[in-house]
């Protein structure tokens, strides 16, 4: 069965930094998109960040330019969000997910999921 497991979640002071990363397992995604979105409790889930199959190119939700970074490693079959200056607005559970389009921006534009990991950023 595939999965996606993200790791890296936590609870940090604001303006500090934490990485998140996603390891799928079952098979390997270096042929698909990858991104990660964020889920507030009681909101809807959000785009945060995505990258092509070969890791060419980047998009970012304007919330989060400048400070989180993604990138992928194919050999390690890993992604990862680095993500710097963290604000308590960041908190929420972050997701990440694997898609066979080209740019997916959009939930159902996605294939596969993690369970999410638990950011926390505290004032």
């Known amino acids: 069965q595939v999965q996606l497991v993200e790791s890296g979640g936590g609870l940090v002071q604001a303006g500090g930094s934490l990485r998140l990363s996603c390891a799928p397992s079952?098979?390997?995604?270096?042929?698909?998109?990858m991104g990660w979105f964020r889920q507030a409790p009681g909101k809807q889930r959000d785009f945060v960040a995505t990258?092509?199959?070969?890791?060419?190119?980047?998009y970012y939700a304007d919330s989060v330019k400048g400070r989180f970074t993604i990138s992928r490693d194919n050999a390690k079959n890993t992604v990862y969000l680095q993500m710097n200056s963290l604000q308590p607005e960041d908190t929420a559970v972050y997701y990440c997910?694997?898609?066979?389009?080209?740019?997916?921006?959009?939930?159902?534009?996605?294939?596969?999921w993690g369970q999410g990991t638990q950011v926390t950023v505290s004032s």
């Open positions: 079952g098979r390997t995604f270096s042929s698909y998109a």
């Open positions: 997910g694997a898609s066979s389009l080209w740019v997916p921006l959009r939930t159902f534009e996605y294939d596969y």
């Open positions: 990258i092509k199959w070969n890791g060419g190119s980047t």
